[in-house]
């Protein structure tokens, strides 16, 4: 099916509007993308654009959106197995390959056997069992996955069903489900692939439980692929997005696995069935892999949320709507208040996300040094900044791709838009490494500590967030914040930073006051994920200016991007001025005030409405990547869109079939009634 | 595949939990149920699921979530025509079949030929054209659909390139796409299903515009279901719901219609090109269907946000998460504070829309027969609450659903979960009839004609809107709302509605002043939104004291619906806490009365949390509509839940042979690439 001839070409057209956009540029794009874009990302995205692009035919996105469940599982298979003979051959590392599928959105049933089967190994077995496992895995000579969530058990690991007990007779351990509550579930790589499962079970000795300990569990032949006695496995079904993985279901029926199956860095058990801890756990381990996880979410929400970003900037910029009062033509939808104002904070966020991932980045790599040195003193202040980074970069990134969504209106809701896959994929962001609810207790946590650990007096590690607490503490060296008006915050870095970190300081103490007078934990998680918003607020604009000061004074970049980090900044003020309202003494706000932020921001918003679309092409992202009707970088939005739908299988010579039979079957019947008879 | 036998049962069983929830019951949850929902919808849903499930084997949805979008749209035909067949048959009346498909969820491929080409020619055709379209439509001689929005042209009607241009030399009129910006789109049951489209098209006579008109287009042979001459036609591709609907795309080049075609009630043109308006548009046709469709789409946005809280709230008292301090067993994650601040106020707004749905209808059925005594006072503050609620009860119930899937953690994001389903089914509610956006400037620009009628001293018409702004505007009569506390509002209906309507004066109010300030309507949009929301908040509160004040002052159920009001007001008010602090005058919230109305609203949240699964059972969702996993009303969650993920086709019979496949072409060559050569 092709578009018919003869139409006349539209007036102004999209193309010639999103390049009168660019024409408006006051920066260099490319300069841009490679300020605000790390380096590794840049070349890896790259490498694999480039060898991806050389096998069209099998790295082709094109008709993604048209495929059912298991078509998309066989894509992402042939994809994943090309991948892997690419590994082999050395024309991609294992990192390449996970920036692949970050870059196809695809994630492939090989996956977790790279991302957690693999590292478990590294970090946890022995030299003797990495030789027994660690290696075959290597050569994708066993497919593993990581089993440790199970229906009835998510982010609660101590409350595990699965047992592992050793059976001292024949020197094994026995692998059980007690109960359905039991069944591994979500478990990436397991509903199809794996032939061996890491599973996290209760480890019992001598009917002593010893906690979850990781056993290696074969679950499937590697000759036929058939599940093994005792074991039930298959796909747990359809999801809302991820539907390129196998995410499977696991009942293990009293399995016995050698003991050496069982890995023994960190707690061993002997032959006797004596259980002892041959290495203590490696904070690095414990805590260094899951900051690790969250600074590659960091970056990830930074990529997904580009992509929206950048569908929705370039469609607002060519999409019209309504004859301005001075005009002759429709408006873009840009031009509008109510748009900009939803789109350019957004905006602003992704770039705060982009250099926050970069300066976070730097961060963990520091603190890592640090304990190689056996300085372990910064590990739980990067723990509590990771948790609420994790949970600040994915809800702004979900809520912000949804935004996307709904400002292109209609059309956002079409497959074609790509948002609606860009969604799906990554909302699982919000849930996995720790829900973002339950995540705020841990920042939460570390604060409340630092805060009573001030007021007794005690010493405290110095980093970022005591500093902040030290300084901004009711009772700390600088209150008088009301003094500075917001024609001053605005021109100053240091006067914002200080207002974020001074509300976040006056709502970690308003909490320990309250838990003082007897409020409970429980009765306390509403005001403390809004504490680990606000202390977040303050880490994002912190990292955001301390990835800035590394741009000579003179950069012509600097300008638009201090602009981004004054709209964020006022951004925040205005969508939490009630908190302006209550901060304590002469620093609270008067609603002038608050008045004058919303006007400064109203303002700053049209400012960089200009640059939008530049702004967002500084991003980098490939209209291969994009697969978006609407987000081409060309603006040739309708006919591509027109063109797209055409294609759909229902309007080609298959669908044809198919409608004839649904002719026949139910539309003639309906038509004429008596053809029936 | 079966869940194998011998596992232990899980103690305590979810099963009875739910039920122990049940025994806490304060009230008769089949009263609440038929005081709650409006008797209209128990009646037809109960008329429906039993007509239904006389026929298990067609309207069956067991496999709904394994379907690709061509087994989707297969599925909603053989509903849809055995549906028809049950109205030839005198079974079901057309009413019923909306209801079944709501019951359903499946918007089917014969909806729009009922939902707008029918009631269009019933509006707008002359009783010849009746003869000639509606009467084999309503013997569905023909299939139509209703053809008005544009790829590049959605909320601007008046936009629309489609023309219509009378040729006097045959009699005819030419409808015509001229360019791909004019391509029909996103117009329902059209992909295809239609052999007639209503197409609205540019009505040009003698070179001259008249304005979007409506006319009937023959697009495919009622024969043979194929393409006529000229037309280009098909389905859009896939989308992010609604895939049981055929949303087609339509370019018509030059395509003659008899004159007879253009519908004619309100503008004719005759055989000499003399165009004439024989009869005024009734503004019950005007505004009064757009109302009708906006009290449809608040009734169903209670449905189905009903569905979503039922599921939530039922498996957040089943799942178990962490122990508490005081207990051996894990918590029910409905007993933490940050769940039950998540839902309980969303049952409350459920409660809200399901109470406003009721009193809105009645506001809309005593306006329409003003109007036919031809009193056209009530209509535009009509129109106004209309935009306002569409906006409102769409918003909530959106935001809510994917509230209800967080809360679910990893689980929601199971198509098993039914969440899903709903939610991208239910997301075009708030971008059609109105983009939620556009539709708060309809609201906002009543709102400001009122308060410059008013503070002109002009008459404007007496209704719910300008009693509370004349009582409530600056200068008005009451003023002094501070002086009641957060203890006293708590007590008082009459307390809350005055502070709920007094912020949406002071918004309104200080938004005029602003553009008499100069202020342009483009720079007012953020603050427009806002105000809409400010009016609909109280209109909410407003229409659910109404229907409560329809019970008998000693009913038991009105201490409980009296509890939800409050929590919802106390809600609004925690969630504008901004606003608080800015209203005018001894009016203005000091930070500790807010920090008093975040304990109040805690304090209210844990009290409810104590019935909530008895109030969404009286919601009255069968389980057959919920068709999830998580809500079942048995609460045997995760054998069902299990159960389901092995009947996924990949762990089948015909699952077993794609498997197999997948390992001889991309397991086997990548574990033994020996195999290979």
Redesign the interface.
């Known amino acids: 099916?092709q578009?018919?001839k003869?139409?006349?070409?539209?007036v102004p057209s999209t193309e010639d509007a999103l390049a009168a956009e660019r024409t408006k540029a006051g920066f260099s794009v490319d300069a841009m993308h490679e300020f605000i874009v790390d380096s590794d990302m840049r070349t890896k995205v790259s490498k694999v654009e480039a060898v991806m692009g050389k096998e069209p035919e099998t790295f082709s996105l094109r008709n993604v959106?048209?495929m059912?469940?298991?078509e998309k599982?066989?894509h992402a298979?042939?994809i994943?197995?090309r991948l892997?003979e690419l590994l082999?051959e050395g024309k991609v590392t294992g990192d390449e390959i996970s920036i692949a599928d970050m870059v196809l959105d695809i994630n492939g049933p090989?996956g977790l056997h790279r991302t957690m089967f693999i590292p478990t190994l590294q970090n946890q077995a022995t030299a003797e069992q990495q030789e027994l496992f660690l290696k075959p895995a290597l050569n994708?000579?066993?497919?593993g996955c990581y089993a440790q969530?199970e229906?009835?058990?998510?982010?609660?690991v101590q409350?595990l069903e699965t047992t592992c007990t050793y059976v001292p007779e024949t020197d094994e351990f026995e692998v059980h489900?007690?109960?359905?509550?039991a069944?591994k579930?979500?478990i990436g790589s397991l509903?199809?692939?794996a032939?061996h499962a890491m599973v996290m079970a209760q480890l019992i000795v001598k009917g002593r439980p010893h906690g979850p300990c990781p056993v290696v569990v074969p679950i499937r032949s590697?000759v036929?692929?058939q599940p093994l006695p005792g074991v039930?496995v298959?796909?747990?079904?359809?999801?809302?997005?991820?539907n390129t993985m196998?995410n499977g279901?696991l009942?293990l029926?009293r399995v016995r696995v050698p003991r050496v199956n069982l890995l023994q860095r960190y707690i061993s058990v002997s032959s006797e069935g004596k259980v002892s801890r041959p290495a203590n756990v490696d904070p690095k381990v414990a805590y260094g892999t899951m900051v690790y996880v969250r600074t590659q979410i960091v970056r990830n929400m930074s990529q997904v949320l580009a992509k929206a970003t950048t569908v929705a900037v370039r469609y607002a910029a060519v999409?019209?709507?309504?004859?301005g009062p001075d005009s002759a033509l429709?408006s873009p939808v840009l031009?509008?208040?109510?748009v900009q104002?939803r789109l350019m904070p957004l905006v602003a966020q992704n770039y705060a996300m982009f250099a926050t991932s970069q300066a976070f980045l730097l961060h963990y790599q520091q603190s890592m040094q640090e304990l190689d040195r056996g300085n372990f003193a910064p590990l739980k202040e990067l723990h509590a900044t990771a948790c609420g980074l994790k949970r600040w970069t994915s809800d702004v990134a979900i809520a912000g791709i949804d935004t996307c969504?709904?400002v292109c209106?209609?059309h956002?809701?079409?497959?074609?838009s790509g948002l609606?896959e860009f969604y799906g994929n990554a909302?699982?962001n919000?849930?996995?490494e720790g829900?973002n609810?339950v995540l705020s207790q841990q920042t939460a946590r570390y604060l409340i500590a630092q805060v009573r650990a001030l007021r007794a007096g005690k010493p405290v590690a110095e980093n970022q967030t005591t500093r902040y607490l030290k300084r901004h503490m009711p009772g700390g060296q600088l209150q008088a914040l009301a003094r500075c008006s917001v024609e001053q915050l605005m021109g100053s870095a240091g006067a914002q930073l200080d207002l974020l970190a001074f509300r976040a300081a006056a709502m970690a103490a308003s909490l320990v006051d309250a838990m003082d007078q007897g409020q409970s934990w429980?009765?306390?998680?509403?005001s403390?994920?809004r504490l680990c918003d606000a202390h977040s607020d303050f880490i994002v604009a912190s990292y955001f200016r301390q990835h800035l000061a590394t741009l000579a004074a003179t950069s012509p970049l600097l300008p638009h991007l201090n602009k981004l980090a004054t709209l964020l900044f006022l951004y925040t003020l205005e969508q939490h001025?009630?908190d302006l309202?209550?901060l304590p003494g002469e620093a609270?706000f008067t609603?002038l005030m608050?008045a004058e932020v919303?006007r400064a921001l109203?303002r700053v918003i049209e400012d960089v409405r200009g640059q939008a679309v530049p702004l967002v092409d500084a991003f980098g992202i490939s209209d291969f990547r994009l697969n978006s009707a609407l987000g081409r970088s060309d603006g040739k939005v309708?006919?591509n869109?027109?063109q797209?739908?055409?294609e759909?299988?229902?309007?080609q010579e298959s669908?044809a079939v198919?409608?004839?039979q649904?002719?026949d079957?139910?539309?003639k019947?309906?038509?004429?009634?008596k053809s029936r008879l």
Chains 1, 2 share one sequence.
């Not at 298959?234 to 991820?242: A, T, V």
């Not at 031009?335 to 109510?338: A, K, N, Q």
Request: aromatic share 18%.
């Open positions: 099916m578009i018919p003869g139409l006349a070409p539209m959106y048209f059912s469940r298991q599982m066989d298979l042939q994943g197995t892997i082999k090989f994708y000579e066993i497919l969530t229906i009835g058990h998510g982010s609660n409350g489900s007690p109960s359905v509550r069944c579930w979500w509903g199809v692939t032939t590697t036929d692929h039930t298959g796909d747990l079904g359809p999801k809302f997005g991820f196998d279901f009942l029926n999409r019209r709507q309504f004859k429709e031009d509008y208040s109510m104002y969504r709904h209106g209609g956002g809701f079409s497959q074609f609606n909302y699982p919000i849930i996995w829900d609810y429980n009765q306390s998680l509403v403390i994920q001025s009630s309202f209550r609270a609603p608050v919303e109203a309708y006919e869109y027109l797209w739908a055409m759909d299988p229902l309007n669908g198919v409608r004839k649904w002719f079957k139910y539309y019947p309906v038509l004429h009634p």
